[in-house]
Structures are given as C-alpha cells and as structure tokens.
C-alpha cells in the first residue's frame, strides 16, 4: 500500500480520535458505517442533530443529507493545512571578522554654504588654513587640524578636496559619522572624488557597514588605486560577502514560505469547493429518490429560472467539477461567506437570483456558475 496514503489516513485516525464530530460529515458516513458496522460505539458527537446510528437516507426514509447551509464552510469542517508553513523564518547570527568602533552621536560639524560666491582671496586664505591644518595632522593634533580646516572650508565651500581633507582627519580621530557627513559632501561637490569615496568606505567599515563599505572602496581603487584601499578591501570584503550570502539564503526561505502558504490556501478552498459539490450531489439524489425518478432522470431537465439540470438546492449531475476547481475566480469567491451564503440562497431556491442581482460582488459569481452549469450545447 502506497506509504503516503497510509500516513493520510494515519492522521486521518488521529483527527478523528481528537474530534468524533469529524465523523458527522456526510461525506464520509460510508466510513462511519463501516466502524459501527465492526461494532465500534461511537459519541454522539459523531452525528449529526437528531441522528443516530443506522438511521441515515442510505435505507431511503428521508433525505441523505441536510441541507447545505453556512456552518458547512466553517473552519471546523475545512481541510487542515499544514501549519508549519506559517512558523516565522528566524534567521541566524553571521559570524563577521573585524573590528569595529563605537558610533560618534556628536552634532554635525559646521558646513559650508554652496551659494557663497567665491573669491580669489578667500581661496587663498582657505588653502593658507589647510597648510597649517596639514601641518598639524604630521604633528598628530586633530583637534587643531579640525579647525583650520573648518575655516577653510567656510572660506571655500566649493572645495571636494577641503571636505574629504576634513573627513581623513575624521577617520583618525575614530569620528566615523562625521568623516561620512563629510565625505558625502565632498561627493555632491564632485562626484569622481577618488578621497571621498575613499574616506566614506574607511567610515563604513568602522561602523561594521560592510556592504557600504565595500561598494564606496570599490569605486575609489577604480578611480584611483592605493594600497590602503586594497588593504582595507581584504577586510571588508569577506563580511560583504557572508551578509549578500546571508540575505539572499533568507530572501529565498520566505519566498519558498510565501509559495507553500499560498499553495495550502489554493488546496484548502478547493477541498472546500469539491465537499460542496459531493454534498449537493447526495442531495440531488435524495431528492430524486423522494420523487420517484432517477439521478438520470433528474438530470435529464431542468429547473425554470434555476441551474439547467439540477434539482432545488443542488448542483447538476452533468457538470465537469474540474471546470468550478481549476476557476481561481470562483475557488476565490467560495471564501467569501457572502457570496457563499447568496450560492446557497439561489440552490436551495432558483428564484432566489432576482433579489442577488443588484449585488455587483454576488451577481457575477452566480452567473459564472449558471454558465458553467449549462453543460455542453
């Protein structure tokens, strides 16, 4: 015996053990008769509302199954999905190599104003400050270069060079942010400023921005290669490459979580849909053995104003099931417990379909299933 089908109705058992009011479903009371039928006692919670055992329409004194109504689609009766679909992805730790130091909260440095005209003076006066600013870096006084470069980008805020100076000497003092603000207006001012790339990946990689860092560093050995870029590159780059692994693993687990829970959903309303049709097929028949004709007979007419071919409160015995399951509109629609409640209006009584034709949700749905139950022409 296929191994996969024992461990269906292994569950199948289980459920059952779990709640006897799975056994009340008309659909299965084949299965239900043949336990009583080995002498298994069964709850009362296994029958419907003022049934009991061996007195169902399988011996022709009254219909075989109630009429469908909304209880029928509720959760209770619903094919079970696999829940585990729906666990959150928790994703792991990445072991990443070098260090890092702690984020600069400072308040941003001062800024020159683009819209300032400058003049033949003032760059003069702004290149003498950054001389001494050069001279201070050599004797290791940061604070002091800071300031001499600050007035002279003040002086000259058209300079690339002055803020990616500035954002250098940012680095050394460990002031990552900082150096970033600056070397991100070094950039604005000229995009192909090998330093500012150059300085804002330094930056990224001491705030452990790998993948900023290596993007920035990247640009800046191809604008202008050093071997401090390539030393820092050896660092960056392996963690760079471990975080896009990391994402995309991840990235591809909760795609493959989206696709299962959207697949569980298509199967569940077409367990739905295909328990509604074999019900309203039984009820056909009973209705039909209530009459006096065949299945056949009953199938052979059909209703005035009602579905072509079915009895009141049912579906026709002609119909190709596959074409209402394979329809993502109407498997959509049979979720809907208003559009569910209005079917089950209209099979119970034909007529009915008067009062859903205003309804622009309902209507549509109703009139899809009409066609398809026209059968071949």
């Known amino acids: 015996m296929d191994a996969a089908k024992v461990k269906e109705l ?32 069964l709850p009362s919670t296994a029958y419907k509302t003022g049934a009991s055992p061996h007195s169902c329409a399988c011996e022709g004194k009254g219909p075989l199954v109630d009429e469908i109504d909304e209880d029928d689609f509720d959760a209770k009766d619903s094919p079970q999905v696999d829940h585990e679909s729906d666990d959150e992805i928790i994703e792991s730790d990445i072991e990443l190599e070098g260090e890092i130091v702690e ?52 002086l000259n805020p058209t300079s690339a060079i002055m803020y990616a100076t500035r954002a250098s000497v940012y680095i050394k003092m460990k002031k990552p942010n900082a150096a970033i603000r600056d070397a991100t207006a070094a950039l604005e001012i000229n995009p192909d400023s090998a330093k500012g790339y150059k300085t804002r990946g330094i930056a990224f990689s001491m705030l452990g921005k790998w993948a900023e860092a290596a993007k920035d560093l990247h640009v800046a050995s191809k604008l202008d290669y050093d071997e401090e870029i390539s030393s820092v590159l050896k660092k960056v780059e392996p963690n760079a490459h471990k975080i896009e692994e990391h994402r995309r693993k991840y ?127």
Do not use: W
């Not at 400058?118 to 050069?134: C, F, I, L, P, Y």
């Not at 209703?303 to 579906?315: I, L, R, Y």
């Open 10 to 41: 292994q569950l199948f058992v289980e459920q059952c053990k779990k709640n006897p009011a799975v056994l009340a479903d008309p659909s299965i009371a084949f299965f239900r008769d043949y336990l009583e039928s080995l002498g298994a006692k």
């Open 103 to 154: 984020a600069d909260n400072d308040p941003p440095q001062k800024m020159g104003d683009p819209s300032v005209e400058v003049t033949d003076e003032n760059r003069d006066v702004s290149q003498e400050a950054k001389g001494r600013a050069m001279e201070a870096i050599s004797e290791g006084r940061f604070e002091e270069a800071i300031e001499h470069l600050t007035e002279a980008i003040l």
């Open 251 to 377: 990235d591809r687990l909760r795609k493959e979580r989206e696709d299962k829970i959207v697949e569980h959903e298509r199967q569940r309303r077409r367990a739905e849909a295909q328990a509604a049709y074999e019900k309203a097929k039984k009820q056909e028949h009973s209705s039909c053995r209530s009459s006096g004709c065949t299945p056949d007979e009953c199938a052979g007419g059909g209703m005035p104003g009602g579905f072509p071919g079915a009895m009141p409160g049912s579906v026709p015995g002609n119909i190709d099931m596959s074409k209402i399951l394979n329809d993502p509109e109407l498997m959509a629609a049979f979720s809907d417990p208003e559009i569910m409640a209005a079917l089950q209006d209209v099979m119970n009584n034909p007529a009915n379909f008067a009062k859903h034709q205003a309804n622009p949700k309902v209507a549509p749905v109703i009139a899809k299933m009409m066609g398809k139950f026209a059968g071949p022409k």
